[in-house]
C-alpha cells in the first residue's frame, strides 16, 4: 500500500475503506457521540428522502432511521467494502449504493444530505459540492460533521506526534484531502457558498471519545495507529521504530484514562446550509 497523509477519495475506495471496514466496531462506537448533534442540525421530521454521503459501515445511518420514522434513506460510500458492510450490518433500514458522489446523479432528489466526516476528501471540492447542490430539492438541507483543527483532535494530534517522534513525517498539505482540511470550518462555507447553497453556517461541538469505544492504553495505542493514515509510513520503518512510536502512544493513552478507559478530547464543526 502507499502510505499517504493526505488520503484521497480514490485511496478510500482502493486501500482506507478495507482497513475502516476492518475497525468498524471500535471506530463506530469511538464516533457515536457525533450523531446526536449531527441528526439534530437536520431538523428531520416524518417521510423525508435522506441522503447520507460516506455512510461507512452504517452506524449513522440506523441513527438517522431511528429520528426519521417512515423516511427513505440512501447511503453512498465511495468503498465496496464499506458498502458491503453496511448492507450486511444495517440494510433493512437503508438502500446502500456504491457510487464516487463527487460525479454521481440520483434518479430522484433529496430533502436531506448529511454526512459524518465524509466530505473532506474530494480531490476537487468545488466540482464535487457542486453536484452535491443538484441532490437536494428547492428548500433541502444539509448537515455535515468535519473534524475541527488537528491539535484539537486529541487522538489524531497524538498518533501524529507519537509518530513524528521516531521517524521524519511529512507536514500534512492543509488544501489536500483529509481528515482535518476544514479544521477552519470558514474554508468550506465557502465553498457551499460558491456552489449556491444558502444560510451556510458552523457551530462547533467538543467533548470526549472513548478511543476504540472503551479500550484501555495498550489496546487504544495499537487501535489508533492501525486506524490512522498519520502512521502509515511506520509500515516502511523498522521493528524497533513502530515499537517506540507504540511505547510513546500508550503513554499518551494511559496519561488519558479514566475509570479504565481511554478519553480524548475532539472538536467537530456542524455545517448546515440550504440549496
Request: aromatic share 6%.
Amino acid at each position: 500500500m502507499v502510505a499517504t497523509q493526505s488520503p484521497s477519495s480514490q485511496t478510500w475506495a482502493e486501500t482506507r475503506g478495507a482497513k475502516w471496514r476492518d475497525q468498524l466496531d471500535p471506530m463506530e462506537a469511538m464516533l457515536a457521540p457525533i450523531d446526536a448533534p449531527l441528526i439534530a442540525a437536520l431538523h428531520l421530521s416524518d417521510h423525508l428522502r435522506i441522503a447520507e454521503i460516506g455512510a461507512g459501515g452504517g452506524a449513522t445511518t440506523r441513527a438517522i432511521a431511528a429520528a426519521a420514522p417512515g423516511s427513505t434513506i440512501e447511503g453512498f460510500d465511495i468503498s465496496p467494502d464499506l458498502i458491503g458492510a453496511a448492507k450486511a450490518r444495517v440494510g433493512g433500514v437503508a438502500r446502500f449504493t456504491l457510487a464516487d458522489v463527487a460525479d454521481f446523479r440520483p434518479a430522484e432528489r433529496f430533502d436531506r444530505l448529511v454526512s459524518r466526516f465524509g466530505v473532506m476528501f474530494f480531490e476537487a471540492p468545488e466540482h464535487a459540492f457542486a453536484n452535491l447542490i443538484q441532490w437536494l430539492l428547492p428548500g433541502g438541507t444539509l448537515a455535515f460533521a468535519v473534524w475541527g483543527p488537528g491539535q484539537d483532535v486529541a487522538f489524531m494530534a497524538s498518533v501524529r506526534e507519537a509518530v513524528a517522534a521516531v521517524i521524519d513525517l511529512p507536514q500534512p498539505d492543509p488544501d489536500a484531502p483529509g481528515p482535518c482540511r476544514y479544521g477552519d470550518p470558514s474554508r468550506l462555507l465557502a465553498l457551499l457558498e460558491a456552489a449556491g447553497f444558502c444560510d451556510c453556517a458552523a457551530r462547533t461541538w467538543r467533548g470526549d471519545l472513548q478511543v476504540g469505544g472503551g479500550m484501555a492504553p495498550d489496546a487504544a495505542a495499537e487501535f489508533l495507529l492501525a486506524s490512522s493514515s498519520a502512521a502509515a509510513p511506520l509500515a516502511d520503518a523498522g521493528a524497533r521504530e513502530q515499537a517506540r512510536a507504540r511505547e510513546r502512544l500508550a503513554a499518551v493513552c494511559a496519561a488519558n484514562l479514566r475509570d479504565g478507559i481511554v478519553w480524548m478530547p475532539a472538536r467537530v464543526e456542524i455545517i448546515t446550509a440550504t440549496a
